[in-house]
C-alpha cells in the first residue's frame, strides 16, 4: 500500500461536517488539487445528515425561538443526537460555523491542519439553540463580518484552507512558506510572461537572476503593501517584535 503522508502517523485527516445538505459536498472540495488529494486518501471526508435524529413523523429539527421572533432555531437536542452519534465514529475538536465565532486565520488553518481533523456543525435558520454549545464544548469559527444563508459554504472555507496545509496535497511546499499571512505579511506581486504587456513590464530586479536581491525585494513589497492595505495586520506584526 502507498505510504500517506499524514500528520497523526497512517490516518487521514477527517472532515466530519454535521449538515442539513450533505448534498452540497464535496462540491468545491472535489477537484483540483484538494479534490485530488481527497481521492488519493491524504484527507477523508464525513457527512452526517442532521435531518436523520430530527424529532416525529417529520423528522423536525427546528422550532420557533423563545420569546418571539422571526424564524426558527435548529433544536440542541436534535443536534446533540447527531453530533453524540458522529462521535462514536471520530473524536475530533467540534467546531460550530456561525458569523458569531472567532475569525478564521492562517493560523487556525495550520493549527487545525496539524491536528487529526474537525468535525464542524454547519448552521441554517437562525442558527443553533444555545444550550447547545455550551453543552457540547462546541467551538464558533467565523469566516468573516457578513451573513450566510447557511453553513455548508464557511465549513467547505474552513475545510480547504485547512488541507491545502496537509503535507503531500500541494505540490510545491516552498509555495506554502511564502503565502499571504505566513510570518504575518500579504504576498509580494507575483509576474509571469510576457516580460512586456500593454506596455507595463515586469520589474527589473525580477530578472536579475541575483537571487538575494530578489528576496529583498519581495520581502520590501510584502511589507509594504502590508502597510497600506492591512494596516491592522501591520500593527500586530509590530506589537509582537
Ligand atoms: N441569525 C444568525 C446571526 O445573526 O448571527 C445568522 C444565521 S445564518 C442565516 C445561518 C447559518 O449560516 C449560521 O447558523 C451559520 O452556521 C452560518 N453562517 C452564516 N454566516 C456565517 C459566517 N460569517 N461565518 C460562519 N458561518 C456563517
Known amino acids: 500500500m502507498a505510504h500517506i503522508p499524514t500528520s497523526r502517523g497512517g490516518t487521514p485527516w477527517k472532515a466530519s461536517v454535521l449538515t442539513l445538505f450533505p448534498e452540497m459536498f464535496p462540491g468545491p472540495l472535489g477537484v483540483s488539487l484538494v479534490g485530488q488529494a481527497l481521492k488519493a486518501g491524504l484527507w477523508a471526508l464525513d457527512l452526517h445528515q442532521i435531518r436523520d435524529f430530527g424529532i416525529g413523523r417529520h423528522r423536525a429539527v427546528d422550532d420557533t425561538p423563545a420569546g418571539g421572533g422571526a424564524g426558527m432555531v435548529m433544536r440542541a437536542d436534535v443536534l446533540a443526537a447527531a453530533i453524540d452519534h458522529a462521535r462514536e465514529a471520530d473524536d475530533l475538536p467540534l467546531l460550530y460555523m456561525s458569523p458569531r465565532g472567532a475569525p478564521l486565520t492562517q493560523a487556525r488553518a495550520r493549527a487545525l491542519s496539524e491536528g487529526p481533523g474537525v468535525m464542524i456543525l454547519a448552521g441554517r435558520f437562525e442558527g443553533v439553540d444555545e444550550r447547545l454549545i455550551a453543552a457540547r464544548g462546541v ?103
Open 139 to 241: 467551538t464558533e469559527v467565523s469566516i468573516g463580518d457578513y451573513v450566510l444563508s447557511g453553513g455548508e459554504l464557511a465549513a467547505m472555507v474552513l475545510i480547504d484552507a485547512c488541507v491545502r496545509l496537509i503535507p503531500g496535497v500541494l505540490g510545491a511546499e516552498e509555495s506554502l512558506a511564502q503565502e499571504s499571512f505566513e510570518d504575518e505579511l500579504l504576498e509580494y506581486p507575483q509576474y509571469t510572461k510576457p516580460r512586456t504587456w500593454e506596455g507595463l513590464s515586469t520589474p527589473e530586479v525580477l530578472m536579475s537572476g541575483d537571487h538575494q536581491k530578489i528576496a529583498a525585494w519581495r520581502r520590501a513589497e510584502a511589507e509594504r503593501l502590508t502597510r497600506e492595505r492591512r494596516p491592522d495586520l501591520w500593527a500586530a506584526r509590530e506589537k509582537q517584535r
